[in-house]
């Protein structure tokens, strides 16, 4: 029912929307770009994208992604026929995007987080896809959509990306076989591998070598963790990408490793934490603070700063 009443309100809107989440990732951003493809081919209508913060540069390769609007250039006063939500655990996930979610005439969620709350009128979330590509890309199966070179390139990005590069636990048979089908339109998984995970700058990859170099250990080496500030940052030339992209995979790919987690000063009063683990659900550890995700990968806002930070989150750890 839910795919049917996504098929009609794309028909009957003459303005879409479609949002990805703050600090975006592969996933979000291939799916938001997937169905800025799926929409334009499939029902030859025109759509809006737009990113609430800083587009990483490693994803600038994503077909039609440098169609997507800031946030600031939006007009945060028009009222849209559809907005969609491309990958949106919560609504906060949209951030200042949230204003137009709310007074849209129709919204939609599409997403795959378990901790997903169905928060818009109609929600399709799928917890067992590996990524909301995989979500999109059933979608296409069931509904006969037609699918683009571009748009499956959009769409393999979303699932490698967010698989680790098909290294983490998320990683099904179904994902496997769905990105192998992506490969029939044309994609080149060497080139998209090399683009997402074979093009960080040289400052990326020295402060992510500093960053494990100075990370900590507790019980037994079960955790390991680092701290991020501001200052190392600035060290290393930030440019505004998330240089701490992959680092808290880097420390959970240490043998003794049970849970891994980077904590990364946002100000002097709120820190962001990133929590990996081999098997320890950590999506409910980290709704402790608000966030949420998937039960081996998940991350919170904390209001405090990183020292103290660290210390709730080893509290709720043992405990």
Request: charged share 30%; net charge neutral.
């Amino acid at each position: 029912m839910s795919l049917e009443q996504l098929d009609i309100s794309i028909k009957e809107s003459k303005n879409i929307l479609l949002v990805s989440h703050i600090n975006p990732d592969g996933d979000t951003l291939g799916s938001m770009c997937g169905m800025y493809h799926l929409i334009k081919d499939n029902y030859k209508k025109k759509c809006e994208m737009v990113i609430v913060s800083k587009l990483p540069s490693v994803y600038e390769f994503i077909p039609e992604i440098n169609k997507a609007k800031s946030i600031e250039s939006i007009d945060l006063s028009r009222v849209y026929d559809l907005v969609i939500n491309l990958d949106v655990a919560s609504i906060d996930r949209c951030s200042d995007a949230k204003i137009l979610f709310e007074k849209s005439k129709k919204t939609f969620n599409i997403d795959h987080h378990e901790t997903n709350d169905a928060y818009a009128d109609v929600n399709i979330i799928y917890p067992k896809a590996s990524a909301t590509g995989e979500v999109l890309y059933e979608i296409c199966k069931k509904l006969n959509w037609k699918v683009s070179r571009d748009c499956a390139i959009c769409l393999y990005t979303a699932i490698l990306t967010d698989t680790g590069g098909f290294r983490f636990s998320n990683t099904s048979q179904k994902t496997m076989m769905y990105a192998g089908e992506l490969l029939s339109y044309g994609v080149e998984p060497s080139d998209i591998f090399q683009k997402c995970y074979e093009s960080q700058s040289k400052d990326m990859v020295l402060f992510q070598s500093y960053c494990v170099n100075k990370a900590k250990f507790e019980d037994d080496n079960k955790i390991a963790y680092t701290e991020v500030y501001k200052k190392d940052l600035e060290k290393f030339n930030y440019n505004g990408d998330d240089f701490t992209d992959g680092l808290t995979e880097k420390l959970r790919a240490i043998k003794t490793t049970e849970v891994a987690f980077v904590v990364k000063e946002l100000n002097s009063t709120t820190s962001k934490l990133s929590m990996r683990s081999r098997s320890k659900d950590i999506a409910k550890i980290c709704s402790v603070f608000g966030g949420g995700g998937h039960k081996l990968a998940a991350g919170a806002v904390i209001k405090a700063n990183v020292k103290n930070s660290v210390k709730m989150v080893l509290e709720e750890l043992r405990r």
